[in-house]
């Protein structure tokens, strides 16, 4: 079964910092991975995803993640983040190749920025 | 384009009682919804995969009894929360995957329900 691990879960920076968030799965077959976003008190919002091609992916608002396959890692990255980030981030991969098509969540990091 | 309702957004219902809530794809045709449970400062857990039409499919240690899923069309699905208990409040989000094959998933508002 796949499982996915965010190793932080709770991150404060002051403004214009540089972010990046970890995400590491365990399945050695083909993945599609999603990084998504919920401000508090919103639903879920897809930042970015990958399924294949560039290992490097460019979401909205800045953010963008490296899928790096030999470490089983797909980290967020955002150069400099604004108080408007103040959200709860969340990586989640699906593994077609199972046939399951569901996705697997991590269970999140709280991004707090400070002004 | 992909947006997804959920329908009520909150909901609290005594004791008993059982509770109902819809998912529609309001501009696509979704082959497969998924309803998730979120409890506070925590992820999402898959509870069931529905796919139109057929039965749906639950994870392990959801009860099938209690929490029925029907996805009678292209657009709705439906969880019903029978003879709900404090335990199960909780926020459901439901996802919704297109027709034509698309790998990603798009996400309902929410449903918070409180079991008083």
């Known amino acids: 079964a796949q499982s996915v691990s965010q190793h932080n879960h709770h991150v404060i920076l002051s403004e214009a910092a540089s972010l990046e968030l970890g995400c590491n799965y365990s399945?050695?077959?083909?993945?599609?991975l999603f990084w998504y976003v919920q401000y508090p008190g919103q639903h879920l919002q897809l930042l970015l995803k990958?399924?294949?091609?560039?290992?490097l992916v460019k979401g909205i608002k800045g953010f963008e993640a490296e899928f790096i396959k030999s470490k089983f890692s797909f980290n967020l990255r955002k150069p400099s983040v604004q108080w408007s980030d103040t959200a709860e981030y969340f990586c989640?991969?699906?593994?077609?190749?199972?046939?399951?098509?569901?996705?697997?969540f991590g269970s999140g990091t709280r991004l707090q920025v400070q002004p | 384009g992909a947006v997804v309702s959920q329908h009520p957004s909150r909901v609290i219902c005594k004791s008993g009682t059982s509770v109902k809530i819809e998912c529609r794809s309001l501009?696509?045709?979704?082959?497969?919804m998924f309803w998730y449970r979120q409890f506070p400062k925590q992820s999402l857990m898959l509870m069931a995969t529905?796919?139109?039409?057929?039965?749906?499919?639950?994870e392990q240690g959801v009860e099938k009894d209690k929490f029925l899923i029907n996805h009678a069309s292209l657009t709705l699905s439906t969880l019903t929360v029978t003879s709900a208990h404090p335990e199960d409040s909780s926020f459901y989000i439901c996802?919704?995957?297109?027709?034509?094959?698309?790998?990603?998933?798009?996400f309902g508002p929410g449903t918070r329900l409180t079991v008083t």
């Open positions: 996802s919704a995957r297109g027709l034509a094959g698309g790998r990603e998933q798009y």
């Open positions: 399945y050695g077959g083909t993945v599609n």
């Open positions: 990958y399924f294949s091609g560039d290992p």
């Open positions: 989640a991969v699906n593994a077609e190749d199972t046939g399951r098509r569901a996705l697997t």
């Open positions: 501009d696509f045709q979704a082959t497969t």
């Open positions: 529905s796919n139109e039409g057929s039965k749906a499919t639950y």
